[in-house]
């Protein structure tokens, strides 16, 4: 069974970029037709989905963090990874990674990290 595990900073400070990385194991990134998935949850609120890389490497955003938002990935180390600019206190959340053979699915989850924004 396919298994993700988040890792970055827990604490960063507004107007910076965050950046998490997925570890993946028990399946290749580059495995055909899997979708690698970002999704986050604000305190409070309901989980917001943020972006996907497909097995191909292409790229789809949510409109609304489109202009923030970079997901990339390195098929050397299994790993995918978000880059978050110009971060504010709203941008508080729990990140998770997360994948389905679907693109707008996320069958299976990484534990989740939690990412404050703070000065």
């Known amino acids: 069974q396919v298994q993700l595990q988040e890792s970055g900073p827990g604490l960063v400070k507004p107007s910076q970029t965050l950046s998490l990385s997925c570890i993946v194991s028990a399946s290749s990134i580059s495995t055909d037709y899997m979708y690698w998935s970002w999704i986050r949850q604000p305190p409070g609120k309901g989980l917001e989905w943020m972006g996907v890389?497909?097995?191909?490497?292409?790229?789809y955003y949510s409109p609304s963090l489109k202009r923030r938002t970079s997901i990339s990935r390195d098929t050397s180390k299994n790993q995918f990874t978000l880059q978050l600019s110009s971060v504010t206190p709203e941008d508080t959340a729990v990140y998770y990674c997360?994948?389905?053979?679907?693109?707008?699915?996320?069958?299976?989850w990484g534990q989740g990290t939690q990412v404050t924004v703070s000065s």
């Open positions: 997360a994948t389905a053979p679907r693109i707008n699915s996320a069958d299976y």
């Open positions: 890389i497909a097995y191909d490497g292409y790229t």
